[in-house]
């Protein structure tokens, strides 16, 4: 029998693909499940649909926490505190940690994620094995009696032989089963990700928070394809330096916004540090898309063809919406390397549009 | 009915007698043991397993099935407001959470059946939505899935526009019609000089005066009208079947509402009463680190958020304290100083009795308003956060209890949400629609009003207004069945406007 609420899935799960109802398809969303994992809670997308109501813009009073601090002190969590009361019915609920592990997993499944493949040599090594297989031809000390003796037996029913007054079974030579080795391969493959940002002036601190949910997201998976991740982060404005992770997220100058820079000094990095023939390389370049010149965006492409991408897997390109990016260098990308399979641009709207370029950004399995 | 087992049917036993003994006044409560997945289903349905279809409550589900498979968070408990009073408990639960369940849903059952909030909501609404369920079924298969459930969507989005207090309202039953004489003002004079003061030509040029008066005030509807669904129910061009789904929409609405209203106090009541009789009787020696795990749990609080569990629980605690050393009245409330206010205790032992009376007659803005003190806020370290134009972040603002009130009641009030009523149903003598939006200081969110003007627009199939402010400036959102229009409206006198103050006086803000 079909479930009622069956129905009502395939209906939202239709809606959500823009199969049916397509009046709605403006109003999906992704919305978040909150996991924790040690102290720090992570958002975890799942599609929904929020029809449309009166209802309050962004409030610029704040709202009523509870917990120690001083006037001033930053107030991590949710922003949104006391926003409006629920109608939710009776329920209580409890909130579980998630592992790493398991978010990357949920973020595969989510976003359909292929599992990356990685380049070059299959570099992969045997881990021992495991006694998980089942053979029909083996030598004797191999033997499996249990299925054996099974498969004797499933032999003897078929055949009516069997007579469970007096269970006697007796294996014959085509009833054999034999243990069998089976390799378990895992990837000895490094990986490194190099992330690059503009600094400059037009970017914000929306713009970079939403970089860095998205490196957050890149990590995660990336990290669980990979034995080996190492990360790298490199800020520019009109010169490039290579940083911690801190202050690649909060550095902020005021500099113009030469884009070659941040290249350049990736491809010394890659020269000297991480050599193609044993790390598979991640390039991930963010910006609003405003560079210095034309010119400058010129050097970048030829920096890129001739340089970076014979190295790397696959460079990516996040282009965040801000008041002032013009939007141009996703432009200028697009067109001279549009159909180069190792550049992948993507634009990243607002915080909604997070997904669906980590999906454009992974969704290659390269 | 009630399929537990034989286990905790003795628990329940054993809790219907404590909660009997405490004073808790319920109904007759069932429990039905479920599996997650059936769980996450009837929590989907928002508790009714028999509820009509709809996407949203798939989506619903898909979250909650999601989360529990992810391992993120549970569903541990649902109950019902019904006669009987429903509760289902996850049959994987250990039984020191079946416990604290048992015990935390006698406390939602008592409050259901006392509260004054609830006490216009239907107890029989398991059945009701069953029959709800049926009826739109058969729209369904009459008039086409689409087509009906298009029509549930737009209704979906103005459910919040009702008025919460309407079932509390003893309404006249007839209008009068204002076709009464009307009593001409005289100008005072003696007797036998009123043929001179008060000439046959000036009387009937008075009368005529006062009759265009009245007519400019026959204006439609007379007074504003905040239960925007029953407005359209009554005058919105809709077909029969329209009218029944919106009117079944309208009463589930209405059915949930109060609990919107008394979160805080409901769950506040519910753990304080599981965690009186968890660790007055129920808790063995063993159980007892499940217990707090799970209790603590409950409460935790999360920088930027309040718990409702924490804030309704600790309120009603500091209650019980007070009434039972008396530290409330005048005597008390001159105290200026706070170690003396906290010390003060004349013995009263009021307390239990108290919070009986405050579950009964208070929800949660008013409970927030009257029970909030400055040693209170103290205690529970409550704050004001906002956001910091110059660090970009969220920081603490104050922690004055007064301004701690004034946030949280800012946003319980109206679930949050912003008030908008009908003040026209006839502009400009066209027969439009105009909404206007009590504003209190906070824009609406512009995308979103149109997306849901165009719904309004749809049930009422003239053009439709909203008049609202942007940064305090009037503006008028119009949406007339093709184009929005987004208009200036500063000094002139619309008629909207100058309805929409009289409404801001009635309304009291």
């Known amino acids: 029998m079909v479930r009622r609420i069956d129905t009502d899935h395939t209906r939202f799960r239709e809606i959500v693909r823009g199969r049916i109802k397509k009046n709605l398809k403006k109003f999906v969303s992704s919305g978040e499940m909150i996991g924790k994992r040690g102290d720090r809670y992570v958002s975890i997308p799942i599609p929904q649909i929020q029809l449309p109501k009166f209802r309050f813009g962004k409030n610029p009073k704040g709202g009523v926490g509870q917990g120690e601090g001083e006037k001033g002190d930053a107030v991590d969590g949710q922003e949104n505190g006391s926003g409006e009361a629920g109608d939710a019915e009776g329920r209580h609920v409890l909130e579980v940690e998630v592992g790493l592990d398991e978010l990357a997993e949920i973020l595969g499944e989510e976003l359909e994620l292929p599992r990356i493949e990685p380049k070059g040599r299959k570099i992969l090594s045997s881990l021992g094995g495991r006694w998980k297989g089942i053979r029909n031809v083996g030598p004797q000390s191999l033997k499996h009696f249990k299925r054996t003796f099974r498969q004797a037996l499933k032999r003897q029913i078929s055949a009516g032989t069997y007579d469970p007054e007096n269970p006697v079974i007796i294996p014959i030579p085509e009833d054999r089963k034999f243990k069998s080795r089976k390799e378990e391969m895992i990837p000895q493959a490094n990986a490194v990700i190099i992330y690059m940002m503009d600094v400059s002036g ?147 709207p607002d915080r909604d549009g997070i997904l669906a370029s980590i999906k454009d950004f992974l969704g290659k399995g390269r | 009915m009630g399929n537990l087992t034989p286990e905790l049917a003795r628990i329940h036993e054993e809790v219907r007698e404590l909660a009997r003994t405490y004073g808790l006044d319920t109904f007759d409560v069932i429990f039905e043991l479920v599996d997650f997945d059936e769980l996450n289903m009837i929590a989907a349905y928002g508790g009714f397993p028999k509820r009509y279809p709809h996407w949203r409550f798939g989506m619903e589900y898909e979250q909650l099935s999601k989360s529990y498979a992810y391992g993120l968070s549970k569903i541990y408990e649902l109950v019902i407001n019904n006669d009987p009073c429903i509760a289902y408990l996850m049959r994987s639960n250990g039984l020191t959470d079946q416990k604290l369940v048992m015990a935390h849903v006698y406390g939602h059952c008592d409050f259901f059946k006392n509260n004054a909030w609830f006490a216009h909501t239907n107890r029989k609404m398991m059945d009701a939505m069953a029959n709800h369920g049926t009826r739109i079924r058969n729209y369904m298969d009459r008039y086409g899935v689409e087509v009906v459930e298009d029509f549930i969507d737009r209704v979906l989005s103005i459910d919040n526009l009702i008025d919460i207090h309407s079932p509390y309202i003893r309404r006249e039953s007839k209008e009068e019609d204002g076709s009464e004489d009307l009593e001409i003002p005289r100008l005072r004079a003696k007797d036998y000089m009123d043929r001179y003061i008060n000439p046959p030509e000036y009387l009937e040029a008075e009368r005529k005066k006062m009759e265009e008066a009245r007519a400019g005030n026959l204006r439609f509807p007379k007074e504003p009208a905040r239960d925007v669904l029953r407005f359209l129910l009554d005058h919105a061009p809709l077909e029969r079947w329209q009218q029944d789904v919106l009117a079944i929409l309208r009463e589930e609405a209405y059915y949930f509402a109060p609990q919107g209203m008394t979160k805080i106090m409901n769950e506040g009541w519910a753990v304080y009463w599981h965690s009186t009789m968890m660790c007055r009787h129920l808790v063995r020696a063993d159980e007892v680190v499940d217990y707090c795990d799970h209790h603590s749990g409950t409460l935790g609080t999360r920088p930027g958020q309040i718990n409702p569990y924490k804030l309704g629980v600790e309120l009603f605690r500091d209650i019980e304290d007070r009434w039972n050393r008396g530290a409330f009245g005048l005597e008390w409330a001159r105290l200026e100083d706070s170690e003396d206010r906290r010390r003060y205790d004349v013995g009263a032992g009021l307390g239990r009795e108290k919070i009986f009376e405050v579950r009964k007659v208070y929800n949660d803005v008013t409970f927030v308003d009257e029970f909030i003190t400055p040693e209170f806020a103290e205690d529970q370290k409550l704050y004001v956060y906002g956001f910091n134009q110059r660090t970009g972040r969220y920081e603490i603002v104050d922690r004055d209890y007064r301004k701690v009130k004034a ?60 008049e609202t402010r942007e940064e305090g400036e009037p503006r008028l959102l119009t949406f007339d069945g093709k184009s929005f229009s987004f208009l200036e409206i500063g000094g002139s006198r619309e008629p909207g406007e100058t309805v929409g103050q009289a409404a801001e006086g009635e309304g009291g803000t």
């Open chain 1, 202 to 348: 037009s970017m914000g601190k929306e713009q970079k928070e939403i970089v860095r949910i998205e490196a957050f997201w890149l990590d995660t998976w990336l990290r669980s394809q990979y034995r080996n991740l190492e990360v790298e982060y490199i800020v520019h404005d009109a010169v490039a330096h290579l940083v911690d992770r801190e202050t690649f997220f909060h550095l902020r100058e005021s500099g113009g916004t030469k884009i070659s820079s941040a290249f350049e000094l990736c491809d010394r990095l890659i020269e000297q540090k991480y050599s193609p023939l044993e790390w598979n390389i991640y390039p991930f370049h963010f910006s609003d898309g405003d560079n210095w010149s034309s010119r400058d965006s010129e050097k970048c492409v030829r920096l890129l063809k001739e340089r970076i991408l014979p190295c790397v897997n696959q460079f990516g390109y996040g282009q965040v919406k801000s008041a002032y990016g013009s939007g141009q260098f996703k432009k200028d990308l697009d067109a001279a390397l549009g159909d180069d399979e190792r550049v992948v641009t993507s634009d990243i």
């Open chain 2, 407 to 466: 946030q949280l009641l800012w946003s319980l009030t109206n679930f949050g949400q912003p008030r908008i009523l009908v003040v026209d149903a006839n502009h400009n003598n066209r027969g439009e629609l105009y909404l206007w939006h009590d504003w209190n200081g906070v824009d609406l969110q512009f995308r979103m009003a149109e997306s849901t003007l165009k719904n309004v627009q749809a049930l009422w199939g003239r053009p439709v207004h909203l």
